[in-house]
T-cell receptor, first 113, second 119 residues
Framework: GNSVTQMEGPVTLSEEAFLTINCTYT??????LFWYVQYPGEGLQLLLK?????DKGSNKGFEATYRKETTSFHLEKGSVQVSDSAVYFC????????????FGSGTRLSIRP | NAGVTQTPKFRVLKTGQSMTLLCAQD?????MYWYRQDPGMGLRLIHY???????AKGEVPDGYNVSRLKKQNFLLGLESAAPSQTSVYFC??????????????????FGAGSRLTVL
């Protein structure tokens, strides 16, 4: 079946550091891929998405490229800020997942001033 | 503001009590979902609905029931609460989960969450 695996957290970085959060997936067909972010005390919200191979999603300085050859959708940001501290979830949706969006387990990111 | 509203935000129950969580959305979305979030487990799908009058089981449906009598509302019920159901519950909705070519079609909009404690 379909699944999403993302790197274990927590991840702690200093402000202005480079960020990578790894995400790989298993799916039949051609899934759409997402990154959602959850700020403290809030629900999840969409950060970025990509719907086909080689697409790059971007938002708020974050980027992720849909790599079909490596079945990956790693999240990157060149210079993180304290306000980026949150939990990040990788997710996929596909016809074979029968109306369900599948989430990874989440990665908690903490940024030190 | 348009969006997904969950009530209540907090609730404490005793083992064996029953309760209902209400989710309401005003975006005319067809699909609605209930997830639970537990430390280290990410989000797990409890039940979902692809339209008014329909419901389906997700990954962890045992101990929960749902109803979608109106398109805008999705209710999650616990008939006999257990400590294992202590969690944060999130409702979400979308136009469609499948890629229809509309960039917004399969994006989930989440509520702020309902924290439930079962003693």
């Amino acid at each position: 079946g379909n699944s999403v695996t993302q790197m274990e957290g927590p991840v702690t970085l200093s402000e202005e550091a480079f960020l990578t959060i790894n995400c790989t997936y298993t799916a039949t067909g051609y899934p759409s891929l997402f990154w959602y972010v959850q700020y403290p005390g809030e629900g999840l919200q969409l950060l970025l998405k990509a719907t086909k191979a080689d697409d790059k999603g971007s938002n708020k300085g974050f980027e992720a490229t849909y790599r079909k050859e490596t079945t990956s959708f790693h999240l990157e940001k060149g210079s993180v800020q304290v306000s980026d501290s949150a939990v990040y979830f990788c997710a996929l949706a596909s016809y074979s997942s029968a109306s369900k969006i599948i989430f990874g387990s989440g990665t908690r990111l903490s940024i030190r001033p | 503001n348009a969006g997904v509203t969950q009530t209540p935000k907090f609730r404490v129950l005793k083992t064996g009590q029953s309760m209902t969580l209400l989710c309401a959305q005003d975006m005319n979305h067809e699909y609605m979902y209930w997830y639970r979030q537990d430390p280290g487990m990410g989000l797990r799908l409890i039940h979902y609905s692809v339209g008014e009058g329909t419901t389906a089981k997700g990954e962890v449906p045992d101990g929960y029931n749902v109803s979608r009598l109106k398109k805008q509302n999705f209710l999650l019920g616990l008939e006999s609460a257990a400590p294992s159901q202590t969690s944060v519950y999130f409702c979400a909705s979308s136009y469609s989960v499948l890629d229809t070519g509309d960039s917004g079609a399969n994006v989930l909009t989440f509520g702020a969450g309902s924290r439930l404690t079962v003693l």
